[in-house]
C-alpha cells in the first residue's frame, strides 16, 4: 500500500488549496478514503471520508462547508478541496486508507503534505 500526497503549501487567510493523494498497491476503488490532519504539538484529527463509490461523504464540523472531498476511482486519486483557509487549519494533511475508525487506527497513512496558513 503506498499513498502519495502532494498540493501543500503556505497560503494566506481565506485563500484556496486543493490536495492530492494517489494511491497504489491495492484495490482503491473498493476502500472508503479519508483525510487527517496533525498539527504541531497535537494530536490527529479526523477531517473528512469518502465511500469507495464517492457517492457518499462526511466531514468535521472545524471544516464542513469550506472542505470538499473527492475521488477519481479510474485514476486511483484522491482529492481535498480547501477553500476560506484559517490559521487553525495549519497542519500536516495525511491521506489514510479506511473510514474514520480505520483512518484514526493508523492503518494505512502516507506521509503527509504540509498546509501552512499565515499572512
Known amino acids: 500500500v503506498q499513498l502519495v500526497e502532494s498540493g501543500g503549501g503556505m497560503v494566506q487567510p481565506g485563500g484556496s488549496l486543493r490536495l492530492s493523494c494517489a494511491a497504489s498497491?491495492?484495490?482503491?476503488?473498493?476502500?472508503?478514503m479519508s483525510w487527517v490532519r496533525q498539527a504541531p504539538e497535537k494530536g490527529p484529527e479526523w477531517v473528512s471520508t469518502i465511500k469507495a463509490s464517492g457517492a457518499s461523504t462526511y466531514y468535521a464540523e472545524s471544516v464542513k462547508g469550506r472542505f470538499t472531498i473527492s475521488r477519481d476511482n479510474a485514476e486511483n486519486t484522491l482529492y481535498l478541496q480547501m477553500k476560506s483557509l484559517k490559521p487553525e487549519d495549519t497542519a500536516l494533511y495525511i491521506c489514510?486508507?479506511?473510514?474514520?475508525?480505520?483512518?484514526?487506527?493508523?492503518?494505512?497513512w502516507g506521509q503527509g503534505t504540509q498546509v501552512t496558513v499565515s499572512s
Open positions: 489514510a486508507r479506511g473510514d474514520e475508525i480505520a483512518a484514526m487506527g493508523r492503518d494505512y
Open positions: 498497491g491495492f484495490a482503491f476503488s473498493t476502500y472508503d
